[in-house]
C-alpha cells in the first residue's frame, strides 16, 4: 500500500478532509519515468509531387511521459536508411524536397527526457508524378 493510500485511509471519514484530498489530487501530476510510446493514427494528405502533410495522434497517457517532441523520419521505399526530418511538438508537419513519383515510407518517434521511443507503425505514400491529369488534357 502506498504512501498516499495511508493517508487517505486515514483522513476520508471526516467530509471536510475529503474535499481537501480531493483538491489536492487534482493538482497532483505524476510522470512515468521511461521511454515514451509512439504516436498512433499516422496520415498523410495534400500529396504533391515534391512533398506532403503527414499528421498524428498523442499517444495514450502523452502528458504522463512527458514528452517533449515528435521525431519525423522517412526513406525511399525498400532502402535501408531513415532520414531524419525533423522534431516537432505538433501533431502534424509537411515533408518537403521529395522526388516526384516515388515512394516512401514515414514514422515517428516520440521523444522525452529519457530519449526516444520505439517508432511508430511505418505510414506508405507516394508523391505525384509529373504527368498531372490537367497536363494529359494539355499534352492531347
Known amino acids: 500500500m502506498s504512501v498516499l493510500s495511508v493517508v487517505l485511509l486515514s483522513i476520508l471519514p471526516s467530509f471536510n478532509h475529503f474535499l481537501?484530498?480531493?483538491?489536492?489530487?487534482?493538482q497532483l501530476t505524476s510522470?512515468?519515468?521511461e521511454l515514451p510510446p509512439p504516436p498512433v493514427n499516422l496520415r498523410s494528405r495534400d500529396i504533391s509531387q515534391?512533398?506532403?502533410?503527414?499528421?498524428?495522434?498523442?499517444?495514450?497517457?502523452?502528458?504522463?511521459?512527458?514528452?517533449?517532441?515528435?521525431?519525423?523520419?522517412?526513406k525511399k521505399f525498400r532502402t535501408k536508411k531513415w532520414s531524419q526530418f525533423t522534431t516537432t511538438l505538433g501533431m502534424n508537419h509537411?515533408?518537403?524536397?521529395?522526388?516526384?513519383?516515388?515512394?516512401?515510407?514515414?514514422?515517428?518517434?516520440?521523444?522525452?527526457e529519457f530519449g526516444k521511443g520505439k517508432p511508430s507503425e511505418n505510414l506508405?505514400?507516394?508523391t505525384d508524378n509529373y504527368i498531372t491529369e490537367k497536363s494529359k488534357f494539355l499534352l492531347g
Open 20 to 26: 481537501f484530498v480531493v483538491i489536492l489530487l487534482n
Open 31 to 33: 510522470y512515468i519515468s
Open 50 to 74: 515534391t512533398g506532403a502533410v503527414i499528421t498524428w495522434s498523442h499517444p495514450d497517457l502523452h502528458d504522463e511521459y512527458a514528452i517533449s517532441g515528435y521525431l519525423l523520419q522517412f
Open 94 to 112: 509537411k515533408l518537403t524536397k521529395l522526388e516526384p513519383d516515388t515512394y516512401y515510407l514515414v514514422r515517428l518517434k516520440s521523444e522525452n
Open 124 to 126: 506508405e505514400l507516394q
